[in-house]
């Protein structure tokens, strides 16, 4: 799987995978199990019991693992999936159907806007998918990504997909021209993206949109795109400098896609939220 692929390693896709879907079951069990709920005179659960602040920051801190692999599970997504459009399609239905779940587990009582993290995924897909296509503009040598660096990617057409530049004017066909085509319409599109996450509360808003869009342009060198990520992700909040777990993980990746059932996490990620908002209602009523 190209430039990563080529880095030593002992961890496959499919185990990344199965770890983070552990630690984030961990941390959303945690999360609905000792910070929501309260007792009858409004003190979080974690609150009630000797070492529960403990065992809530240990739960919690476990969590942090998963999300930094998933985003870059988005990223090798993208440039190994037969069809973009497809995935593309599957991430937002997913979404949708996490939604209700996610709110009712994570947000209870809350009256403002709220997004699943699903959501946050496919934006930061939406976001490399138009980086990736405007990257046509410059030369092999300049894109994120090399193209040696794609399996057989196909475009919605399902036609193989074209990594040849964008032909421009003689008079125009010049690095700095080529440059301002990249970068600006680049950058306008993804702060829209940004702007509609923020507003739409989805999980991680922003912050998660650009650390997918970092791991992507930083594909070649795996360290940088990883500490670049990291340092991200923890200035946009301070409780993911845990988050290092995740990455670390990512740094063992071995290229290797592994054996996997794709739908799994997709089925897993709406129904162990309605499970523990369920067991929270049976357990705390509320």
């Not at 946009?236 to 990746?253: D, Q, S, W």
């Not at 794709?262 to 939220?273: D, E, I, N, T, V």
């Amino acid at each position: 799987m190209g430039q990563l692929g080529n880095l030593r390693g002992g961890i496959d896709a499919a185990t990344m995978k199965k770890i983070a879907i552990i630690t984030m079951f961990i941390d959303h069990l945690t999360l609905t199990m000792l910070e929501i709920p309260r007792d009858a005179q409004g003190t979080r659960i974690m609150y009630t019991f000797p070492g529960g602040e403990v065992l809530d920051q240990l739960g919690r801190g476990i969590g942090r693992l998963a999300f930094p692999v998933f985003c870059f599970l988005i990223v090798e997504g993208f440039l190994h999936t037969r069809n973009r459009w497809k995935y593309l399609v599957r991430l937002l239905v997913f979404a949708a159907a996490a939604q209700y779940p996610f709110c009712m587990m994570a947000f209870p009582n809350s009256t403002r806007r709220h997004a699943d993290t699903i959501f946050t995924l496919a934006a930061g897909y939406v976001v490399i998918w138009c980086v990736h296509t405007l990257a046509r503009f410059l030369p092999d040598v300049y894109r994120p990504v090399p193209s040696a660096a794609l399996s057989r990617a196909e475009n919605g057409d399902g036609q193989v997909y074209n990594n040849a530049m964008f032909a421009l004017p003689a008079p125009f066909d010049n690095m700095i021209v080529r440059a301002v085509l990249f970068l600006v319409p680049g950058a306008a599109f993804t702060f829209g993206i940004c702007r509609l996450v923020k507003w739409t509360g989805c999980d991680y808003s922003y912050g998660g949109v650009l650390c997918i869009l970092l791991l992507y342009l930083l594909y070649r060198v795996r360290d940088l795109s990883l500490g670049a990520s990291w340092a991200w992700l923890t200035y946009y909040n301070e409780n993911e400098v845990l988050a290092f777990t995740g990455f670390f993980l990512i740094r063992c990746y071995n290229g290797k896609r592994g054996k996997q059932n794709k739908y799994f996490f997709y089925l897993f990620y709406p129904g162990h939220l309605l499970l523990l908002y369920l067991l929270r209602r049976a357990v705390f009523g509320a």
